[in-house]
């Protein structure tokens, strides 16, 4: 799997070795406040989600991706396109950008960073047609992200007892 970088930014493949980072991102609740509260308490289950990430690399050619910083190597969560096979929002078999942050890297700009590379590998690369993305209503913060990489809320919807923006970007004719 290609690995990308950005300015300040190494997106790379999530490997076990992330387990502990990734322990620190999701057992935080207030990382989980627009996720429907539900952190993880075992480093168990999250090497169960990097295995189903793994499989998803596999299976789909794609999925989320390890953030890690340039200057320092850590890791800081994850970001990537996902490719959803189970309905969501009255769509199937589409393509949705996401990330996901420790806490202490919120409010940097390391989100939009990541999501404008994985919207110029998904147009540009992988040639997808048309971007999603979803947020609860109140995550002024990741709303912010969608909306300065180009995403438009096209509706709300409820998901998992969440009221969410649903956003769409379409791939632009002539490239970015």
Request: charged share 20%; proline share 3%; with cysteine.
């Given at each position: ?21 990734m ?21 168990a ?40 096979t ?20 919120w ?63 379409k ?6």
């Amino acid at each position: 799997m290609k690995t990308l970088t950005t300015e300040r930014l190494i997106l790379r493949p999530l490997v076990l070795s992330d387990a502990t980072g990734m322990f620190t991102l999701d057992s935080n609740p207030n990382v989980h406040k627009f996720l429907g509260n539900n952190p993880v308490n075992s480093i168990a289950q999250i090497h169960n989600v990097i295995e189903m990430i793994n499989d998803q690399y596999k299976k789909n050619g794609i999925g989320r991706f390890a953030v890690v910083l340039k200057e320092t190597n850590e890791f800081i969560g994850w970001s990537g396109i996902k490719f959803v096979t189970e309905p969501e929002n009255n769509h199937v078999n589409f393509y949705d950008i996401g990330y996901r942050l420790i806490e202490e890297h919120w409010g940097k700009g390391y989100a939009q960073e990541s999501a404008k590379a994985w919207r110029d590998h998904a147009f540009n690369e992988m040639k997808v047609p048309v971007l999603y993305a979803s947020a609860h209503i109140e995550n002024a913060g990741s709303i912010n992200a969608l909306q300065k990489i180009g995403m438009t809320i096209k509706e709300q919807y409820l998901h998992q007892n969440l009221y969410c923006h649903w956003f769409e970007l379409k791939a632009p004719l002539c490239g970015i």
